[in-house]
T-cell receptor, first 113, second 114 residues
Framework: NAGVTQTPKFQVLKTGQSMTLQCAQD?????MSWYRQDPGMGLRLIHY???????DQGEVPNGYNVSRSTTEDFPLRLLSAAPSQTSVYFC????????????FGPGTRLTVT | AQSVTQLGSHVSVSEGALVLLRCNYS??????LFWYVQYPNQGLQLLLK??????LVKGINGFEAEFKKSETSFHLTKPSAHMSDAAEYFC????????????FGQGTRLTINP
């Protein structure tokens, strides 16, 4: 099993550009989520999904869109990048129900200039 | 609303010394509590979790944590630090009843001195 994979590993965008961060998992997990990690702030939940076709907002959803058309994939879209979105982004997945361990991807480091 | 506070953004100990990383939480309902570790340039990995089965929880790599409801704490300890323990550690809380949404603390960077 590859676990949770994320692409790209690094990305530089200019303000106003759009892009999609890819996330895939091969563990048949129902629950998937996106976090951003900023120094001194831990990880903050952006969006999450409890299954294909179902998504919801987390703590910091503004400027991001998600969709979940399959169990395996959960892409994160930046609609119009801003310097405040410079961060490290992590995707995670787990079984639903009683809190199971969340498996994290290796992260995408995004810089917006 | 739930929140997590990790006391000390940086902790430095000598190899072989006790490791103590502090975590306090606030939650209006019985929580699930987690400790995750992040090695440089990697994702997060679960160290241990509390789900009300036992107040003393043992995790991987010799770490353990004790849930103290009266102190709203879930401190992480290891009796003897190893150089390989150098990493960033995150405490996180989620509500019970099947909620996977995690609220993370700010993180504590652990440095091990030879």
């Amino acid at each position: 099993n590859a676990g949770v994979t994320q692409t790209p590993k690094f990305q530089v965008l200019k303000t106003g550009q759009s892009m999609t961060l890819q996330c895939a998992q091969d563990m048949n997990h129902e629950y998937m989520s996106w976090y951003r990690q900023d120094p001194g702030m831990g990880l903050r939940l952006i969006h999450y999904s409890v299954g294909a076709g179902i998504t919801d907002q987390g703590e910091v959803p503004n400027g991001y869109n998600v969709s979940r058309s399959t169990t395996e994939d959960f892409p994160l879209r930046l609609l119009s990048a801003a310097p405040s979105q410079t961060s490290v982004y992590f995707c995670a997945s787990s079984w639903s129900g009683t809190p199971y361990e969340q498996y994290f991807g290796p992260g995408t480091r995004l810089t917006v200039t | 609303a739930q929140s997590v506070t990790q006391l000390g953004s940086h902790v430095s100990v000598s190899e072989g010394a006790l490791v103590l990383l502090r975590c306090n939480y606030s939650s209006s309902v019985p929580p699930y509590l987690f400790w995750y570790v992040q090695y440089p340039n990697q994702g997060l990995q679960l160290l241990l979790k509390y789900t009300s089965a036992a107040t003393l929880v043992k995790g991987i790599n010799g770490f353990e944590a004790e849930f103290k409801k009266s102190e709203t704490s879930f401190h992480l300890t290891k009796p003897s630090a190893h150089m390989s323990d150098a990493a960033e550690y995150f405490c996180a809380v989620s509500r019970s009843q099947g909620a996977q949404k995690l609220v993370f603390g700010q993180g504590t960077r652990l440095t091990i001195n030879p």
